[in-house]
């Protein structure tokens, strides 16, 4: 399996700012997704990173304020735009391997104050 | 309306007891189901992948079982551990095109010495 890698791995921001978080993976991989997991909430899939194409969001979130990144087979990136407390969370990417089993990476712990 | 469901409240055993943690769902047609462990502040590890045609499914101490007609899932983990201490995911993919999986909340699992 491939190792996942997420920076930061925690970060503490001020409301209106944003924050971009960046995925890498040590192998070229198809299929990569950003989630969430807000306090008490179950994991929620953002969007696909597409390489090469925009990203495909799932519903009720768009691009203006999650744009995604996704330059080669080995790396993305998420931004967390405009922050508010409400977008506290853990983003995490995730690695689709063999299209059923997803692969996480560490995940970033983000307080927006 | 659809519900994926786990254990709210925390599970409590003793070393070298038997685990069991279900998953419910409703108004999901899965194609197959899957079991995820998630230590605080890591992303989820995958665990098992049951399809919608088995029954039952094993991996060293871990046991997967799902029941197309109760619409639940148990998950399994004989002669328990202090490590196996975590909280533990079902996330299921419904039938079709898009096989996004659908995350339940989690179940906390405390294994005492």
């Known amino acids: 399996s491939a190792v996942i890698s997420q920076k930061p791995s925690r970060d503490i921001c001020q409301r209106g700012t944003s924050l971009t978080i960046q995925c890498q993976v040590d192998?070229?991989?198809?299929?990569m997704f950003w989630y969430r997991q807000q306090p008490g909430q179950s994991l929620t899939l953002i969007a696909t990173a597409n390489q090469g194409s925009e990203a495909t969001y799932e519903s009720g979130f768009v691009i203006d304020k999650f744009p995604i990144s996704r330059p080669n087979l080995t790396f993305s990136t998420l931004t967390v735009s405009n922050m508010s407390p409400e977008d506290s969370s853990i983003y995490l990417c995730?690695?689709?391997?063999?299209?059923?089993?997803?692969?996480f990476g560490p995940g970033t712990r983000l307080l927006v104050l | 309306s659809q519900k994926i469901e786990q254990n709210s409240e925390a599970l409590n055993i003793q070393e070298g007891k038997t685990a069991t943690l279900t998953c419910n769902y409703t108004n999901y047609s899965p194609a197959y189901l899957q079991w995820y462990r998630q230590d605080p502040g890591r992303g989820p590890v995958f665990l098992l992948l049951?399809?919608?045609n088995e029954k039952e499914k094993r991996k060293e101490r871990l046991k997967v079982t799902f029941d197309t007609t109760l619409k639940q899932s148990l998950f399994h983990i004989t002669a328990s551990q202090p490590a196996d201490s975590a909280t533990y995911l079902c996330a299921l993919a419904n039938a079709g095109n898009n096989r996004k999986l659908i995350w339940g909340l989690g179940t906390s699992l405390a294994v005492n010495p």
């Open positions: 995730s690695l689709g391997w063999g299209k059923e089993t997803q692969y």
């Open positions: 192998s070229q991989v198809t299929m």
């Open positions: 049951i399809r919608e």
